[in-house]
């Protein structure tokens, strides 16, 4: 069973504070999802790495897949309040032929003003 | 309107009975799956089915059963509810040809509790 370990589990910073969330695991992924979670409603996709050691930046998010695609980092600058919520990694497998993601178990943030 | 739509919402219900939870989506997509989320263990698949024809057991299917009745309808029912099945499920569905690295679209959520 692929596994994906994420840390932190919980995270509690004051606005304007830098933060990264870890996920890594010892199965090779074909790529790596990130969402992010509000009460009451479902995850929804921020961003999809794909290649090994590809970053991607959307506005203060910038999200790294390492280079053997076994672990990927979010890294937010200069955090808001905005930015609270719960933050999932993902790895899509491609075990037996069927695409299927394996999450980690989330990055609860929250950012006091 | 949602793209992915569950229902119902919320369901408060006793151990033993039969329940079903519902999802319908708008996308066109194939690909439909049903996870759970428990605090602290995050999203745990249940079952998945990538067309009208195809169902799959996912990492935790014992006690649960699911229907693909349409391309745009997939239900998850539990036959007989227990209160460890207390947990927030979630429908989630995919798109795209064969490929891989389609991103999943998730519906609001059901939060079931089983007294």
């Known amino acids: 069973t692929q596994l994906l370990e994420q840390s932190p589990q919980f995270l509690s910073i004051q606005e304007g504070e830098n933060l990264t969330v870890y996920c890594n695991s010892s199965s090779v992924f074909s790529s790596l999802q990130w969402y992010r979670q509000e009460p009451g409603e479902g995850p929804v996709l921020l961003v999809t790495?794909?290649?090994?050691?590809e970053v991607k930046k959307l506005k203060r998010l910038t999200f790294q897949f390492g280079d053997a695609r076994k672990d990927s980092s979010l890294h937010i600058t200069a955090a808001q309040p905005g930015d609270t919520g719960l933050y999932l990694c993902?790895?899509?497998?491609?075990?037996?032929?069927?695409?299927?993601?394996?999450f980690g178990k989330g990055t609860k943030l929250t950012v006091n003003p | 309107d949602a793209d992915v739509t569950q229902t119902p919402r919320n369901r408060i219900t006793k151990t033993g009975k039969r329940i079903m939870l519902e999802c319908s989506q708008t996308?066109?997509?194939?690909?439909m799956y049903w996870y759970r989320q428990d605090p602290g263990l995050g999203l745990r698949l249940i079952y998945y089915s990538f067309d009208v024809k195809d169902i799959n057991k996912g990492e935790i299917s014992d006690g649960y059963s699911v229907s693909r009745q349409a391309q745009a309808k997939f239900s998850l029912s539990l036959e007989s509810a227990i209160p460890n099945q207390t947990a927030l499920y979630f429908c989630a569905t995919s798109g795209g040809p064969g490929g891989g690295n389609q991103p999943q679209h998730f519906g609001d959520g059901t939060r079931l509790s089983i007294l």
């Open positions: 790495v794909v290649t090994g050691g």
């Open positions: 993902a790895g899509e497998s491609l075990q037996g032929g069927s695409e299927k993601l394996v």
């Open positions: 996308k066109g997509h194939d690909r």
